[in-house]
């Protein structure tokens, strides 16, 4: 049996050999299309080339030409497609693109080689978003060669097949989306190539306001939402995440639970469309109704895989939809049921340790956040710790595990009451400004060697500091017992807490310096253009300098003076 990946390329210099590597076990041939427009080349298809002669795969290389001129990128993504597909030999022809990783490449040959179907689909797992569609992936050679099977639109491209062609669904392995860094250029790029293909399509005016949507454009996204779902050919899936959409964008609350039950009614098997409603009726601070929607969505079994949109997400039938069941049983006061249903997955591993003020839009977004980028979000116990005349955040903590400090404005006695209400083995100390990487408990948990029982404190980079540092305080349930059951002194009430911690972790000879291998993303004024906000005023104000550096030199006396800066 002869595989072909049939791949399209822009320039990809730094990352085609990557890319090949990964899917090296899986593939014979690589059938290589180059679509970049007017722009001037690299060094991708000679360094795919010569990496071909080295792992003995044969290489077919052809140009695809835009049909439009003067554009920068490729202008028809379906087109480019077929051209490396009709380059293929091999009995079976897959794709991939060049910013994706195979999890098992010796798999696919294996699942290709026992396959009675014409054309199969596998999971793409799109790293960050908690969505793990199914794509049309390999197709047989005399399939394509027959015209029976050939891909069509501009962007987002559909392997459209004959009647009578079978479909089959693999489990494994999976496509891994490893996207660089260019989501605005990649939307600016697809919103050209739409705007040339607009009419009387449905599917394109479903692409173009997923675009804007994507790019936070509220009023192009509505404008094009709209009007996609007047077309009453829109086919159901991108009817259902129109709606969706239109309801997290929608400034009213009548208007966002019009489209939620819209949605419902496309697919009332699925639970997308609960969540969004239970979560109207939260923002409506409709406790009973939020509940029931709750309710009905817990009560929804994970459908067949014929059954689900392309926007199927599959948190909703595990911890986001146990987390969403909770929070409105918080509202609705039914406390000890919420945390049955939270602990649905088991004992928590890691405690984030959530201090927030004044900030209640920026808190939620940020425990969104840390939840749907983790490996296993089941396994993490967020704490929120708000303080007591902070009205909008505790309105906002009633749906979570909260607790409230008695109105000292210190994030350190925030920080300190939720390290005494956590639950795991691993605290993370977070603020609002911090984004993880994904899958960033996996890499905590790695770095010490999945034993948390020890004492130890990790330490990540913030991409600024070269310092010692550390920028977030990470430590096992054995360093905070060490510590005297405090995350950090409370003599102290915003800064120079983290000298002291950082000093004496160094001292004992505890920390695991992963500050090379993890990164975390620190949105602080005073490292970017983050907002200088009263909270961040108020925690860094002179006098909270003086008296953190008087405490942490009476409290440190064997610390050289570069901690006291």
């Not at 793409?124 to 050679?141: F, H, L, Q, S």
């Not at 609960?274 to 939260?282: E, G, H, R």
């Not at 913030?462 to 920028?471: I, K, Q, V």
Request: glycine share 6%; charged share 25%; net charge negative.
């Amino acid at each position: 049996m002869r595989i072909s990946l049939c791949v399209i390329c822009g320039n990809e210099a730094g990352i085609i050999e990557r890319f090949l590597d990964s899917f090296s076990g899986a593939f014979d041939e690589l059938s290589l299309v180059r679509a970049i427009g007017t722009t001037e080349p690299d060094a991708t298809v000679e360094l795919a080339d010569a990496w071909c002669v080295r792992n003995g795969k044969d290489f077919v290389f052809a140009e695809y030409k835009n049909e439009h001129d003067g554009l920068p990128h490729v202008d028809n993504f379906g087109a480019a497609r077929n051209l490396a597909f009709s380059g293929g030999t091999g009995d079976w022809l897959f794709w991939a693109d060049c910013d994706d990783m195979l999890d098992d490449a010796a798999k696919l040959r294996a699942v290709l080689g026992d396959a009675k179907s014409d054309l199969l689909r596998f999971p793409y797992d799109v790293v960050g978003t908690n969505k793990r569609p199914m794509r049309e992936r390999a197709i047989r050679r005399d399939l394509f060669t027959s015209g029976r099977g050939r891909w069509q639109f501009a962007v987002h491209e559909n392997l459209r097949v004959a009647v009578g062609v079978t479909i089959g669904d693999a489990s494994e392995p999976v496509w891994i989306h490893q996207p660089k860094i260019v989501a605005q250029t990649n939307r600016a790029r697809n919103k050209a190539i739409l705007s040339r293909t607009l009419a009387h399509t449905s599917a394109n005016y479903f692409y173009v306001h997923q675009e804007w949507f994507c790019e936070g454009n509220k009023r192009n996204a509505e404008r094009f939402g709209r009007l996609a779902l007047e077309f009453p050919d829109l086919e159901p899936s991108f009817r259902y995440e129109t709606n969706l959409n239109l309801c997290r964008l929608a400034s009213d609350p009548d208007d966002a639970l019009r489209h939620g039950l819209a949605a419902h009614g496309v697919f009332p098997w699925c639970r997308e469309a609960l969540a969004m409603i239970a979560l109207t009726f939260i923002d409506r601070n409709d406790a009973e109704r939020a509940l029931f929607y709750a309710r009905r969505l817990d009560a929804t079994p994970i459908p067949a895989p014929e059954m689900r949109p392309w926007t199927h997400e599959p948190k909703w039938y595990g911890w986001a939809g146990n987390d969403l069941l909770a929070r409105c049983l918080r509202i609705a006061g039914k406390h000890d049921e919420a945390v049955s249903v939270q602990r649905r997955g088991g004992k928590p591993v890691i405690s984030l340790l959530h201090a927030t003020r004044g900030r209640p839009a920026q808190a939620a977004h940020t425990r969104n956040q840390w939840l749907n980028l983790a490996s296993e979000p089941e396994k993490i116990h967020h704490i929120m710790a708000v303080d007591a005349d902070d009205a909008p955040s505790l309105r906002l903590a009633k749906q979570f595990e909260h607790v409230v400090c008695a109105g000292t404005q210190s994030c350190v006695a925030a920080w300190n009451m939720a390290a005494d209400h956590a639950i795991g083995d691993l605290f993370v100390q977070l603020s609002d400004d911090w984004i993880p990487v994904p899958g960033w408990d996996a890499k905590l948990l790695a770095e010490l060697g999945g034993d948390t029982s020890q004492e130890a404190v990790v330490a990540i980079s913030d991409g600024h500091r070269t310092d010692d540092l550390l920028c977030m305080a990470i430590c096992t349930r054995a360093r905070w017992e060490k510590q005297g059951r405090e995350l950090f002194s409370p003599e102290y009430e915003s800064v120079f807490s983290d000298n002291e911690f950082s000093h004496r972790a160094w001292r004992d000879g505890v920390v695991i310096d992963a500050r090379k291998r993890i990164e975390f993303v620190h949105l602080h004024p005073a490292f970017n253009s983050a907002p200088n906000d009263p909270t961040y005023v108020h925690t860094n104000s002179s006098a909270r300098y003086r008296n953190g550096k008087a405490t942490f030199l009476r409290r440190n006396p064997d610390a050289n003076k570069s901690w006291s800066t």
